[in-house]
């Protein structure tokens, strides 16, 4: 999966995932959220993704 994320689904059977460090703020100026959900698995891993390439390209 994503080191550094922590993975759940919820009662009524959303899956969330939140990062255990928060981004820095330029990468949530550009618009990274910490906390992301999707409904199943795959769908989370790509919101996860989404973040994760959001401040890779801002890291620069």
Do not use: K, N, Y
């Amino acid at each position: 999966m994503f080191a550094g994320w922590r993975i759940m689904r919820s009662d009524a059977g959303r899956m969330w995932a939140t990062r255990e460090r928060p981004f820095p703020s330029a990468v949530e100026e550009a618009g990274a959220h910490r906390t992301v959900d999707a409904d199943d698995l795959v769908e989370l891993c790509q919101a996860i993704a989404v973040q994760e390439g959001i401040a890779e390209g801002t890291a620069r």
